[in-house]
Every structure is written in C-alpha cells, then in structure tokens.
C-alpha cells in the first residue's frame, strides 16, 4: 500500500467529519486534491480495502444481545459454496472459513449470529443447519459472556 | 431512536457517496435535508447507538497479519489467564465465551512470523494450549443488521 493510502486510512478510521464536504476537509488535512482523495477511496472499495463506507452500528445498542459465533464442521467438497449461501443470510454478520484442528476442533466453518435475544439467536443457528443439509457434519453454538479486550485495530 | 433515525441506520450501512457533497446526495435519498442528516448522525453516534460513520477497512487486506486463537482454560485459573493474554499488545480483542473453549482473541502484528512468537510466549506464560485459526477464506457478508 503506498504512503498515501496509510494516511488516508489513518485519517479516516476513526470516521469521517461532520461537515458538508468531509473529503475535502480530509484532503485539505492531508494536502491532497479533494478528486485524487475521493479517487484513492474509490479504488480502496474496488479492491476490498474498504468494505463499505457508512454507518457502523453497536449491536447492543441495536438491541442484539444475544450474540453468538456458530461454528460448523462441513464437508471440504461443499464448504465454499454453502460458505457463501451462510454469509448471505441476514442475521450473519461475518462468514470464515478456518482450518480444522483435530481432535480438539472439528469446525471449519465460523459465522457470527445476532439476535434480539438467545431463542431467537437459536432460530437462525436452525436456519443455518437447513442450509448445510447433508454436508454437515456437526455445529456448536457459543454465545460471548464477556468481552475482556476491545481495543479496536488501529494503524 | 425514532422513525427517521431507524431509516438512517437502516439505510446507511454502506454506499455513502464518494462526492464533493456526500451528506446531501445521502439525505436526499433518505428525503431529508443535509443539514438534518448530519446533526442525525452526529446524535447517533453521540448516543453510542452507532460506533462509527465511515469507512469500514478490512484490516487483513491493508496488509499485516491477523489469526483468531482459543485457548480452555478452567474456572479458576481463568482470571489469571485472560490478564496474561491482554498484556499483548498484539491481542486486539478478546471474549469469554460460554464453551470448553472459553477464551477467544484475535492477534494482529505486522508479520505471520510475529504471531508465532506471541502464540508460543502465551503458551509458556500461560502452560495452556493455543488454538491457532487463521482465516483461510471470507464469505461474502452484506451488512444489514436492522435497527
């Protein structure tokens, strides 16, 4: 990534200003033309760099208490189609694929589960299983107690 | 939060306009004023109910290098274990979670080779194992947590 694209993530992680014209107030900051800032950002959401731009929601806040990361073991052969059907689904907000670690842990596939509250968190995880079908062959539910550490990933 | 609010959150999870005047081209398509739309947003995000208005990078493809470990760890060693964990600054989060495998951390440094490291040092600190799960694929997720 080139030096200018590190400031332009640096200056705009903790979220954009509050004003009429932000990227000009950005690029003002960083002494760039507001057009090759707004040019950067466009080639950062092109290639994955950026997600999305826009508003990111607590969940909490949103009312989602029952939060959960299901795990699933799934057939190698139909992971990476049935990986993308799961990420589809509304309720899931992130979808990885990671490697198994036998014997102690069989689950390849993660997906993140929000609910308004643990029975309705359960529905979904149902809604998941239908999906897997026949290629599943075992899932665990863990719901998060505790965060411990949240300091956020920062460049 | 009231009806508008709703829709802002709703309707603003992504697809904010890289344009000279991107709070009026949003407000228009949520048929408000920009003037309305930023003070909206600067309530929200004041009230805790967003975390943040902008853009959302995908740390891993920014470069560096990230994994997800989990490590079980019992009742009463627990608090000792979790305090030794988060005194790496290479752990950004970490979560008790309700399973045999209780502890779940991502580590994030610049390097694959600097995750080893911490993973081993957490172990002889800790005389745990640790799980190592580096993402291997992402499944396309589009936002849509409705307000």
């Known amino acids: ?155 | 939060m009231d009806e508008l609010e709703r829709r802002i959150v709703n309707g603003l999870q992504g697809g904010f306009p890289l344009c000279p005047r991107p709070y009026a081209a949003a407000a228009r398509a949520l048929g408000l004023a920009e003037k309305e739309l930023i003070e909206r947003i600067g309530k929200l995000l004041s009230e805790g109910t967003l975390t943040r208005f902008g853009p959302m990078f995908d740390a891993e493809r920014l470069g560096g290098a990230f994994t997800l470990c989990a490590m079980s760890v019992p009742q009463g060693e627990f608090e000792r274990v979790a305090r030794l964990v988060n005194a790496h600054p290479e752990v950004a989060h970490n979560y008790e979670r309700a399973h045999r495998f209780n502890l779940w951390f991502v580590l994030a440094a610049a390097e694959r080779t600097r995750l080893s490291k911490v993973i081993q040092a957490i172990e002889a600190e800790t005389g745990y194992a640790v799980l190592d799960l580096p993402r291997e694929r992402e499944y396309f997720v589009e936002l849509k947590l409705s307000a």
Not at chain 1, 2 to 7: H, P, R, Y
Not at chain 1, 57 to 66: D, I, T, V
Not at chain 1, 76 to 98: E, M, Q, T
Not at chain 1, 117 to 132: C, F, G, S
């Open chain 1, 1 to 155: 990534m080139n030096a200018l694209d590190e400031k332009i993530v640096r200056a705009t992680q903790a979220g954009l200003p509050l004003t009429a014209e932000p990227y000009a107030e950005i690029a003002k900051e960083l002494g760039v033309s507001e057009q090759e800032l707004l040019s950067r950002l466009q080639a950062m959401l092109a290639d994955g760099r950026i997600r999305r731009i826009g508003a990111v929601p607590n969940h909490y806040a949103l009312g989602y208490a029952a939060n959960a990361m299901s795990v699933w073991n799934v057939a190698d052969a139909a992971i990476d189609r049935l990986g993308a059907a799961v990420g589809a689904l509304a309720f899931v907000s992130h979808c990885y694929r990671r490697p198994r670690r036998l014997p102690d842990w069989p689950y390849n596939l993660f997906a993140m589960v929000h609910g308004r509250n643990r029975a309705e968190t359960q529905r979904h995880v149902e809604a998941i299983k239908e999906v897997l079908g026949d290629a599943l062959n075992g899932f665990d539910t863990l719901y998060s107690l505790r965060i411990l550490k949240k300091t956020g990933l920062r460049f």
